[in-house]
């Protein structure tokens, strides 16, 4: 029962996105939104909801720029009204509009376990500790779409580092917001919410990994993660987990949202492959969001190089 009704749910590759995704209006809003909230911050009193975000309206040459292999950025637009949250919809154009009940900020993280200098931080200061940059990276999503995001954010590394992992520590747990008021979706019992990501360490501590707190010059939205998300831009966008409030240091390879939903589907790796396809579909090829045509995928989503000799002599058909 359980699998049908998420099998349902999971779109097919062959459905092509719409073109446009979100109306204009909610970024007009939005942009008045700010002045009010700004005011309200001064006297350092009001949370920030999704709604409220600093957009980047005033840098426009951030449109031409291009992720390491040449590919200029996606629209705002697309960024932010295409997204997969299973916390507030399954429907992707849906997420931004729902997504406006998480407030992001102020936002702490718990860092805890396999360290000796377990601790809780906000984004705030995460973002003044490690000072987050640019990252163009491209998302590149299980159902076969991607698209090229301009992060901001740092390498998990330097925050893994500074809680002084022990030697027992061999993955990093990450766990999402619990909280089925705010993030509807976990009220569907079908879903072994918090959703759950894990990462071994040599992935974790590798310096492409990130923790992203913005995007495209501004806060990061609701619907993107959120006060803080995961970025692992050689894996599946699934890994990428959104709006963690638990980051563990753990000894066993820890059980993941899909992973735990259908294993034959996703596995704990995820790397992106072209070579294993999804039982379901083709992962051979895939669809930037904003071009018409289909185009190969690449090995490790690009990134074979840099990530290659973290999984030699393992069977990738296998560890998928
Ligand atoms: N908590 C949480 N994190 C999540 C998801 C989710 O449903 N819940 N979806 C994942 C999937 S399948 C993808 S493709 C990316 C999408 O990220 P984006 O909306 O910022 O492009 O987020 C990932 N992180
Ligand atoms: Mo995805």
Known sequence: M?????????????????????????????????????????????????????LPTSDPSIKQRTDELGNPVNALEDITGYNNYYEFSTDKESVAKLSGSL??????????????????????????????????????????????????????????????????????RFETLFDPDVLPGQQDRLYPWPYQEGLRMDEAMHPLTILATGLYGGELPAQNGGGVRLVVPWKYGF??????????????????????IASNEYGFYANVNPTVDHPRWSQ??????????????????????QVAPLYKGMDLSKFY
């Open 2 to 54: 359980k699998k049908d009704k998420l099998t349902m749910n999971i779109p097919s590759s062959e459905i092509t996105p719409k073109q446009t995704y979100i109306h204009r209006r909610d970024f007009i809003k939005s942009t008045g939104l700010l002045a009010g909230s700004m005011l309200l911050s001064a006297c350092g009193i009001t949370p920030k909801s999704a709604t409220e975000v600093v």
């Open 284 to 305: 051979g090829s895939e669809r930037l969001i904003g071009e018409l045509d289909r185009r190969p995928t690449l090995m490790f989503n690009g990134y074979e190089e």
């Open 239 to 260: 890994k990428s987990i959104k709006s963690i409030v638990k980051i563990e240091l753990v000894d066993y390879e820890p059980s993941t949202m899909w992973s735990s």
């Open 103 to 172: 407030i992001t900020s102020p936002w702490e993280i718990e860092v805890f376990g396999l360290v000796n200098k377990p601790g809780k931080i906000s984004v705030t200061d995460l973002e003044k500790k490690y000072q987050p940059e640019e990252r163009i990276y491209r998302l590149r999503c299980v159902e076969a779409w991607s698209m090229v995001i301009p992060w901001l954010g740092f390498s998990l590394s330097k925050l893994l580092q500074d809680v002084e992992p022990t030697s027992d520590a061999k993955y990093v």
